[in-house]
């Protein structure tokens, strides 16, 4: 899967979030407010292809949690970053 190339991370303040770029325009009507760890793992897969697992190894490395903690965490944010359109899928 990959993030949408529409999808910018913005940081105001200390927050990071999502927001999504129409080429002139960036629309802040549409935000998602991103934590230290979603933040790391979207802003690295920018542009590129990944996988759940991907993300699960670069939390546990990243952050020290073991391998099961991070795989949940990782699809919880994959099927919430689903849910708001981010992401689209590779065939």
Excluded: P
Excluded at 19 to 27: C, E, I, M, T
């Amino acid at each position: 899967m990959q993030i949408k190339e529409d999808i910018r991370i913005k940081q105001i303040g200390n927050e990071s979030i999502l927001v999504y770029n129409d080429g002139n325009n960036l629309d802040y009507t549409r935000i998602i407010s991103l934590n230290q760890s979603a933040a790391l793992l979207i802003g690295e897969s920018m542009g590129k292809e990944f996988t759940v697992q991907h993300w699960a190894h670069r939390l546990a490395e990243n952050y020290g949690i073991d391998k099961t903690r991070a795989m949940s965490d990782a699809q919880t944010l994959v099927d919430k970053l689903k849910q708001a359109g981010v992401l689209c899928e590779r065939i």
